[in-house]
């Protein structure tokens, strides 16, 4: 039960809920969850595709953007979703070094984790608040926390922070949230219907260990081991790491796992 109630505790929460446990000795244990859900109407109008951004839209200069998070993964997987675009992106393990770099570097917008060792985001923000007021270049301070309390977003504002985001944070809301409060546009494919590319030619570039890695954390259903393992595939193919960073964070497991049965690539060795 063990590692199945961690990744239903971790898919509840992904979705904003919460899994609630009673225990009595000698009888059992009973789970609850709660998750937020609307209902539909019937005359809601039909979702649309959006179009696939390309990238930045010319002619708006330097994009530079820096993320804070003392987890390495957590870096990464933003750096993926917005290297591509044609941000510019630096990286910083703690608030100490998110001040430093905002000193010389000056980014437009920071992505600050709010807990972190040595300055956490809360401090961080404060400093670099106090820098601002000084005369230093402004900058927007985004918020992005796991926490699950109900007064963390006052909190983050208080210490000087724009806005608030929660984990895991989605590759479409970090896009939207970035354009919102920098006024930026994108360059977006003309068809929204996502084109047809030959997926498997290239899982091929991809190296069977971290395919098979891939396999066996969607077939687990292990959300934490998808995500790192989807973030070994991006250096290889961006493309094929947004299709499945897109599929994991739809529950769409099936889909990953039947293109690597197409690909034969991560089938695990007959002995």
């Known amino acids: 039960m063990g590692l199945g109630l961690a990744i239903s505790q971790q898919l509840i929460e992904k979705m904003g809920g919460k899994l609630e446990v009673q225990s009595t000795l000698g009888q059992g244990s009973q789970f609850e969850f709660q998750i937020p859900v609307?209902?539909?109407?019937?005359?809601?109008?039909?979702?649309?595709?959006?179009?696939?951004i390309l990238g930045l839209a010319?002619?708006?200069?330097?994009?530079r953007i820096l993320i804070v998070d003392d987890d390495a993964h957590n870096c990464h997987l933003l750096e993926q979703y917005l290297s591509p675009l044609?941000?510019?992106?630096q990286l910083a393990e703690n608030g100490q070094v998110a001040v430093e770099k905002y000193k010389f570097w000056q980014p437009h917008l920071i992505l600050l984790d709010m807990r972190m060792p040595i300055m956490d985001g809360y401090q961080a923000a404060r400093e670099i608040r106090n820098l601002i007021k000084a005369g230093h270049p402004t900058t927007v301070i985004v918020a992005v926390t796991a926490s699950a309390f109900s007064n963390e977003q006052a909190k983050t504002l208080a210490a000087g922070c724009d806005l608030f985001v929660r984990k895991p944070v989605q590759e479409q809301e970090i896009w939207n949230l970035i354009a919102e409060q920098l006024g930026l546009q994108y360059r977006y494919a003309e068809d929204p219907q996502p084109q047809q590319k030959n997926?498997?030619?290239?899982?091929?570039?991809?190296?069977?260990?971290?395919?098979?890695?891939?396999?066996?954390?969607?077939?687990?259903?292990?959300m934490e081991a998808l995500e790192k393992a989807i973030v070994a595939i991006f250096p290889h193919s961006?493309?094929?790491?947004?299709l499945l960073n897109q599929w994991a964070q739809q529950f769409e497991y099936s889909e990953i796992l039947n293109l690597l049965s197409d690909s034969h690539l991560s089938q695990k060795p007959v002995l």
């Open 58 to 63: 010319p002619d708006q200069g330097e994009i």
């Open 238 to 242: 961006p493309e094929l790491g947004h």
């Open 199 to 222: 997926w498997v030619a290239l899982l091929s570039a991809i190296p069977s260990q971290k395919l098979t890695n891939l396999r066996e954390a969607a077939e687990l259903g292990y």
């Open 86 to 89: 044609g941000f510019q992106i």
């Open 38 to 52: 609307c209902l539909s109407s019937p005359n809601q109008p039909a979702i649309h595709l959006q179009k696939k």
